[in-house]
């Protein structure tokens, strides 16, 4: 029985990882904004729904699609069904302020219906210019850390080896030829006795 309880308890829960989502999207005020959930094969067939509401159980469903791949429209939310990706497409259309709540990604069944909850956020064009602008900046940032340690490795170390290698072998003492240590050092003295040196 206590083995069972967590069992009962995960099953219980809306998605039990069957159904993911992302944790939440953004979209600019009297824009638009597309969420991306993705289900397993086994649930291909099944009906797919987009409700709002913080609580799942009570979540009123805003668009339902019919057991198929077409997309059904209702006000300004639309939903498709994509059986070759195992994904529904949910599109929000003309946002506004009051369309920030909880949204889920849900999949009709028999007995307990499956979910996962998405926090939608509607801000203004100025703010959501900055948000976009910021991503861009950390996609850009985290793309020239990569490049840059990937130069450092295969490039500028070798290129560092090299030139430290070779200011130590250029400072390294030069070694004098013994043949040249053997020669006798001949002087400007003459030591010739014989030789007079008085005027």
């Not at 007995?111 to 064009?125: C, E, F, H, N, R």
Request: proline content about 6%; overall charge positive.
């Amino acid at each position: 029985m206590w083995l069972l309880s967590p069992i009962l308890f995960l099953l219980s829960l809306p998605g039990c990882f069957s159904i993911q989502g992302p944790e939440s999207v953004r979209g600019r005020e009297r824009g638009s904004l597309t969420v991306w959930c993705h289900y397993r094969p086994g649930w291909k067939a099944y009906k797919k729904y987009w409700c709002r509401g913080a609580q799942w159980l009570s979540c009123r469903v805003l668009v339902e699609t019919r057991g198929s791949e077409q997309e059904v429209k209702k006000d300004s939310v639309s939903i498709r069904d994509n059986w070759k990706n195992h994904s529904i497409v949910v599109t929000m259309q003309d946002l506004r302020q009051h369309d920030n709540d909880t949204y889920w990604c849900g999949i009709k069944k028999p007995i307990i219906d499956l979910g996962a909850s998405i926090q939608v956020m509607v801000v203004p064009g100025k703010v959501v210019s900055k948000f976009i602008v910021n991503s861009y900046a950390e996609v850009f940032f985290s793309f020239y850390i990569r490049n840059h340690y990937m130069l450092l490795v295969f490039v500028k170390v070798p290129i560092l080896l090299l030139v430290v290698g070779a200011v130590l072998w250029l400072k390294e003492p030069r070694r004098v030829p013994e043949k040249q240590q053997e020669e006798p050092i001949y002087s400007n003295w003459s030591c010739d006795p014989t030789t007079d040196t008085a005027p």
